[in-house]
């Protein structure tokens, strides 16, 4: 058998890729008619392909790699650990170092009194924790039946058959069965699409109070928790009026319903503060954590709860794992990683260098004749493109519309932006600096011409 690698011809690498390797989120015949671009190597903010292209990431990744790529001392804390322990468990009366450490590590950085940490692969099992987690502490509290879990359309909490079902995602609902039972979706604080006549404001508290509305309806004995992102990531950057977060808190303080931030993108420094609910102003009772917590290095995710629940959850075996909880080579990689943001000041960096640059830089993306609203906090930010920005009209969004052709556009001219709809969306390593940000800026206003 040939051996594959970066050196082969690109077309026969694609060839392979689309016949043996089936991609999330894809249309696999596109994959075999046009090929998937092959990604070799990358440093700083920059990917590079096997045709010799220097790409602007633009997108993080995923949202994680926040650190920037390249890092040899992620690396090498990875061998160290690999060659030490490469895998232990923390089921039965066992721990390790990398766990104990990460742990301790993650209840300094983490708000209030969210001190306790249950680990898992990836952000998707971590929300399918918190379901069960949930639930467990009200009925350990003897309320069973307060088990209804509230999340928001268009939400996005991961890709499993629970985490799925938390996120409010049509497409994916339409597939495979979801939601599962026991999940209510109230509507997203979207002013520009949804706001109509009303002010920002007016939105805000309007779609706050749908929450209000659903407890009522469902009734605050059956509702276990409410789940949001602190700024919608995968749903097209969505930013909340500034009357909907503490309306928010309120409504599920007086109904004594826990609050879990969703904290997967918005959390280690994206936002300007090391999680996304410190910048909107409220204290959740769980946080779930994965992506920034490696910056990608590792696969590792979890949720950091409060003194409170871990004291009821303590009470009973929770009877829930996964094989890789904890991770000694993912648990000490995260380590270092949020010693580098330490070391660096990354989250200063984001507050004070490059989120005020990007955001006034971001904003100048409005003077385009096809961009209506643009909005960024920290280093997330969404510009929504529109045939009339006065009326806030919208594109279609369907395959092969506006959306899809400025992001082909973007990649061609060497920049990674994803969209949303017709939203445009980034996500950029923390790590960039003023000038890679004005390039991203002018790669993608030049896409955004092409695309008109
Ligand atoms: N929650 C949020 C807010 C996310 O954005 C994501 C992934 O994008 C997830 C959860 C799921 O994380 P993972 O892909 O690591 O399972």
Redesign the pocket.
């Known amino acids: 058998m040939t051996q594959i690698t970066n050196h082969m011809p690109t077309a026969e690498l694609q060839a392979l890729d689309a016949a043996h390797h089936m991609h999330p989120f894809s249309t696999q015949g596109d994959l075999a008619a046009r090929g998937a671009r092959v990604i070799t190597r990358a440093e700083g903010v920059w990917i590079h392909d096997s045709e010799g292209n220097r790409i602007l990431d633009g997108m993080a990744g995923?949202?994680c790699v926040n650190i920037g790529y390249g890092r040899d001392r992620l690396a090498e804390v990875a061998a160290r650990q690999m060659r030490e322990l490469p895998y232990y468990n923390t089921f039965f009366m066992t721990t390790h170092v990398p766990a104990i450490a990460l742990s301790q590590k993650l209840a300094e950085v983490a708000p209030g009194d969210l001190n306790h940490v249950f680990y898992a692969g990836?952000?998707?099992?971590a929300?399918d924790t918190n379901i069960r987690m949930v639930r467990t502490y009200w009925a350990e509290l003897g309320k069973p039946e307060k088990s209804v879990i509230i999340s928001r359309r268009n939400a996005?909490?991961?890709?499993s058959v629970g985490?799925g079902s938390l996120g409010g995602m049509a497409a994916m609902h339409a597939q495979g069965g979801l939601p599962i039972p026991g999940i209510h979706h109230i509507g997203q604080p979207d002013w520009w699409a949804e706001g109509g006549a009303m002010s920002p404001a007016e939105f805000g508290l309007e779609r706050a109070r749908q929450l209000e509305q659903a407890i009522h309806d469902i009734g605050a004995d059956k509702v276990a928790a409410f789940i949001a992102?602190p700024v919608q990531?995968?749903g097209g950057v969505i930013v909340p009026p500034e009357t909907y977060w503490p309306e928010i808190q309120r409504i599920c303080r007086e109904n004594d319903i826990l609050l879990i931030a969703?904290e997967?993108?918005c959390g280690f420094g994206r936002t300007g503060n090391w999680f996304g609910s410190q910048t909107v102003g409220w204290q959740p009772d769980i946080m779930?954590i994965?992506?920034g917590l490696s910056s990608g290095y590792q696969p590792i995710?979890g949720s950091i709860v409060s003194d409170r629940i871990a004291e009821v959850i303590g009470k009973c075996e929770f009877n829930h794992g996964y094989t890789y909880s904890a991770h000694p080579v993912a648990a000490a990689v995260a380590l270092e990683n949020l010693r580098i943001m330490e070391e660096e000041n990354i989250v200063g960096h984001v507050r004070d260098v490059i989120g005020p640059h990007m955001a006034a830089k971001w904003q100048t993306l409005t003077d385009h004749p096809m961009v209506g609203e643009a909005r960024i906090v920290g280093m997330m930010g969404s510009i929504a493109l529109t045939p009339h920005k006065d009326s806030r009209a919208r594109f279609a969004s369907d395959p092969g519309t506006v959306g899809y052709i400025t992001r082909e556009r973007c990649f061609a001219n060497n920049l990674v932006m994803r969209h949303v709809g017709d939203r445009m969306i980034i996500s950029p390593p923390l790590v960039m600096q003023p000038e890679e940000a004005d390039t991203l800026i002018e790669r993608a206003w030049k896409s955004l011409d092409e695309a008109m």
């Open positions: 995923l949202w990836s952000g998707s099992e929300n996005y909490h991961g890709s985490s992102e990531g995968a969703d997967v993108i779930t994965a992506k995710g």
